[in-house]
């Protein structure tokens, strides 16, 4: 009995001795292999290096100025970014797009009101209580916005003016006074003087031009903003419009159109200019059954639909 605990004993101990070699020699936690070992340290290791470099980005760098002043260039680069979104801002960068359809969703309030909110609190739009309160009681909506475009021109925000007048020549593109105003804006903003197009209150991309005493328009524009159909035929070179009924074929360099069958004759022949079909402004009244106004201040050709009761 005793030679058998003998034995077991030192049976175990050499087992114990072996085991303690073994994981001495190898560094091999329990349960883990020296493949899982050592693919372990590499992650120590760049955990160092990812926790060094955070500091080293976080670690404000002094720049000396051209003066010999010190600043932290994180501090001088936040407020560069600041500095832009004022100017952003005060530019109305969002040109104020889409006023006048926000105005006009709501009814239960007067126009002024809706537009007053609006401007405070989506376009951060600086106005004095004074202001606020007089715009509020205005119920009509282009009074309203022209009132709006003449507060900020007097706040020194021009650009933000002629923003807020196009919405207010949207809401009643046959007053011709608002067009007028319009142009003071432009002329005051900087806009080069030149001749300018609104279809149904829209400005148009495509400008008009004067040649031999006649205003010449971009036909094909007009036409599809009056909701025409058009079609050019690069044989003839001619355009085909229809409109309500209407049949117009006209023929480039051509002074004859043709109103349903009829022959029209043009001021002056139709001509092509940067690409785009022109014609004398008194065809687009004649052919399209279209009002169309000369305002002389601010020298903008006005074409709207004529509503059905008058044609």
Partial sequence: MKKTVILLTSLALI???AGTTSAKSGNTPPGKTKNEVSSKAP????????????????SPVTVVTDDGQIKDSSTSETE??????????????????GLLNAIQHVKDKPAGAVLADILLTTYATELTEEQKK????IKEQDKALETAAKMLEENGSVTDAVYLQEEAIKANFTNLDLYKTMGKLQEKAGDQEKVKLYVNGEASATEPFLKKGNTFVPFRTIAESL???????????SIMVMKDGVSIKLVVDSKTATVN?????????????????????????????????????SKTVVVYDEPEDER
């Fill in 15 to 17: 087992l114990a001795s």
């Fill in 43 to 58: 992650e120590k290791k760049e955990s160092q290096i990812e926790v060094k470099q955070t500091q080293e980005v976080e």
């Fill in 227 to 237: 909701n025409a159909e058009v079609a050019w035929n690069p044989e003839e070179r």
């Fill in 134 to 137: 007089e715009l509020e009681v």
């Fill in 261 to 297: 069958g009829t022959n029209v004759s043009l001021d002056a022949p139709a001509t092509i200019t940067k690409g785009s079909t022109y014609v004398p402004v008194r065809f687009i009244s004649e052919a399209l059954s279209a009002t169309v106004q000369w305002e002389e201040e």
């Fill in 80 to 97: 560069k970014s600041d500095n832009n979104t004022s100017e952003s801002e005060k530019k109305g960068s969002q040109g104020y797009k």
